[in-house]
């Protein structure tokens, strides 16, 4: 089975990670028409912004009809938790029409951390012990604090909570009260099941995985920055910065990665039946060498996909074809070896309260890149009487290549003093720590 040559397309989602995903598909030949919804100021460079809720699937299904859509790519996560693959394949009128993503029931690889670590156990996926507690055992939750882990203590709350829902704390007795916290409501319904893990010590990286539920091909690897401050400090934020290659993802180290970590992912995904065209996103820890999976997300990486995909060189739509109708492994994957990297600038006060409505100036015109190469994202932005301004907390990811990480920071930095709004703000260390 194949895509039609050209290919109208349905992209869900309104942040940076989307805007890369629709420049990159606005560069495909394959493209006919492409539709982003609810897209942001910078998307409608790449296609048509349309006022379609991704939560709302009814609408969807009348939008996809009227427009003659040939395929649905799913940004982020909540909607596929909530079940549009199912929602599409239920329906006679629109099971033809692929969703990028996995099921409702796949996407508790991310939905549900209980749900991701007993599927690395029942498959051999290196991954941190760990003990699942419920209001019904805390007892036991908090003897397995005191006697079966060390300090640092980890606490997650099983469900989504918006990247919010892990605690790693230093003292036991905090940590016990923390578990009680949690399962009383600490994070709403996600913290009603707590799973306790056993600390890992080390340098994270994020792995990206396409898969049509038998074959797979591994994308560029990425590190991002979460904390808001310079040298990885302050609260935890969406993401304020990625580079990818990242160097110690060595060729032995991703050896490692697809032997130990992939394979038997996708190997456990076609053993257990389960419907899985999509983008899987491992979040890991080099462990002196070994890599641990710290967690599974459904979905590509944010700010990772604004350098993951930049570096792809390859078409897209060849790729989505892949996946959607199993024949990815007749798909290649170029890669450029060059280094991207993405700087994200951010309302002043985010990851706490921040203003909206910000004019934006400065902002190359029209298609997305600037003159020394630079392209920018655009991750919460929104049009006001015909201006760009601000609309969340991480405003615009500005992405750009170079023969090494201070090379293409450089040209991100470059282009950042050139944008002005109230209260611009980014971390001006990326890529520093792999130096
Ligand atoms: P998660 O939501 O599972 O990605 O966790 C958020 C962050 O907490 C991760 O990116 C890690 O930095 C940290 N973390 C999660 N689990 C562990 C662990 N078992 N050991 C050390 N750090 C962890
Ligand atoms: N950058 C981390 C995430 O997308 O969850």
Known sequence: MKLPQTVNILLLGSGGREHAFAWKIAQSERLEKLYIAPGNAGTRNCGVNVDLDPANFPALKQFVLNNYINLVVVGPEQPLVDGVKDYFLNDPEIRHIPVIGPSQEAAQLEGS?????????????????????????????????????????????????????????????????????????????????????????????????????RSYKILPEAKDYKRVGEGDTGLNTGGMGAVSPVPFATPE????????????????????????????????????????????????????????????????????????????????????????????????????????????E??????????????????????????????????????????SIPEATQHSYQTIDRIQYDGKYCRRDIGRDLL
């Open 113 to 213: 951390k209980e749900y991701a670590k007993a599927f690395m156990a029942r498959h051999g996926v290196p991954t941190a012990a760990y003990f699942t507690v419920t209001p019904e055992n805390v007892e036991q939750g908090c003897a397995f604090l005191a006697e079966k882990v060390k300090a640092p203590y980890v606490l997650k709350a099983d469900g989504l909570a918006a990247g919010k829902g892990v605690l790693i704390l230093n003292d036991l007795q905090e940590a016990q009260q923390e578990l009680r916290a949690m399962l009383d409501g600490k994070f709403g319904a996600a913290s009603k099941k707590v799973v306790i893990e056993e600390y890992l010590s080390g340098i994270e990286v994020s792995v990206f995985v396409a898969t049509d539920g």
């Open 253 to 360: 180290f991703m050896e490692k990665v697809r032997t130990r970590i992939v394979e038997p992912t996708v190997r456990g995904i076609q053993e257990e039946g389960l419907d899985y065209t999509g983008f899987i996103f491992i979040g890991l820890m080099n462990c002196g060498g070994d890599p641990m999976v710290i967690e599974y997300n459904v979905r590509m990486g944010d700010p990772e996909t604004e350098v993951v995909l930049p570096r792809i060189t390859s078409d897209i739509i060849d790729l989505f074809e892949g996946i959607a109708h199993q024949t990815l492994h007749e798909k290649t994957l170029e890669i450029t070896p060059q280094t991207a990297a993405t700087v994200v600038c951010v309302s002043g006060g985010y990851p706490g309260s921040y203003p909206k409505g910000m004019v934006i």
């Open 362 to 403: 400065g902002l190359p015109e029209g298609e997305a890149s600037a003159p020394n190469g630079s392209v920018v994202f655009h991750a919460g932005t929104a049009l006001k009487n015909g201006e760009v301004v601000t609309s969340g907390g991480r405003v615009l990811a500005v992405t750009s290549f170079g023969n």
